[in-house]
């Protein structure tokens, strides 16, 4: 009898490979690739064939940079152009394929190294597709502190929001909770690594929520529905645990405290 089964595939080394049933042992298999993964080096250039002499810089960022991807994961790209590109807005075929495409001229580029330490972070991380002599000047332009303040007010600004939806809701939370509350945390979590010295990765994140008392079960659901509300999808399971967003709300409340202790320490 056939028997078919639809895994992803997963990094074993320098290879790729999939889990398959123990009942399957002395059996053979084929093996057939029903959804090919974002190839960020062949895509970015044929997407962008048509307006290719306007574009003088591309990079991967995020988690496909620090080869955190998951099967879910966008592949975050930053496309700098001269001053002559007509449009801004991302090749569609790229959106259809999990790329989350940022498109900016060089001058804004340099603008936004300089004044936003979040962009400069995101810089640092980057993997050139294209001209890497121009990342590295990007990232070598000196950043101003300054919209450190304005990014921890804001931090506290969404506290206080959210803290006023979970005081309304006394058994469970929509999934869009996941989302602000997961993302200033990141935020914070850059910032306070900037600030440190040190770099950002996702197992930072799952550190931090681990340390704090959420389930390891649960984390994984708790980065799935943050990505969900982020890329415009509905998850499964639209309910957020209230404990879990209490323990979130905490988080982002430490982590803004460690943010502007090292902020004064720093000087900025």
Excluded at 84 to 94: G, I, V
Excluded at 108 to 114: F, V
Excluded at 141 to 166: E, H, W
Aim: charged fraction near 30%; proline fraction near 5%.
């Amino acid at each position: 009898m056939e028997k078919k089964v639809v895994k992803p595939v997963k990094r074993y080394g320098n290879s790729g490979g999939v889990y398959l049933p123990s009942s399957w042992i002395g059996g053979k298999v084929s093996v057939e690739l029903v959804d090919e993964p974002p190839v960020p080096e062949r895509d970015i250039p044929m997407a962008f064939a048509g307006n290719m002499r306007h574009v003088i810089g591309a990079f991967i960022y995020g988690s496909y940079a620090r080869n955190e991807q998951h099967a879910d994961s966008d592949v975050d790209v930053l496309i700098v152009t001269d001053e002559h590109m007509k449009s801004e807005k991302p090749p569609a075929q790229l959106k259809a394929r999990n790329y989350d495409v940022q498109i900016m001229p060089k001058s804004r580029a340099i603008k936004a190294a300089k004044r936003d330490i979040l962009f400069k972070e995101m810089l640092k991380e980057a993997k050139p597709i294209l001209n890497e002599e121009l990342l590295h000047e990007l990232v070598n332009q000196k950043t101003s502190g300054r919209n450190i303040g304005f990014r921890v007010d804001f931090a506290r600004s969404s506290l206080r929001i959210m803290k006023s939806f979970l005081d309304l809701d006394e058994e469970n939370s929509g999934y869009e909770t996941a989302y602000p509350l997961v993302m200033r945390i990141k935020e914070m979590l850059l910032l306070k690594c900037f600030l440190e010295g040190r770099k950002y990765s996702l197992g930072l994140l799952n550190d931090v929520m681990l340390k704090h008392g959420i389930p390891k079960s649960d984390i994984p659901f708790i980065i799935s529905q943050y990505r969900a509300f982020r890329d415009g999808r509905n998850p499964e399971n639209k309910v957020l645990k209230r404990n879990n967003a209490l323990i979130l709300a905490s988080i982002l409340e430490e982590v803004i405290k460690d943010v502007e202790k090292q902020k004064a320490k720093k000087g900025y």
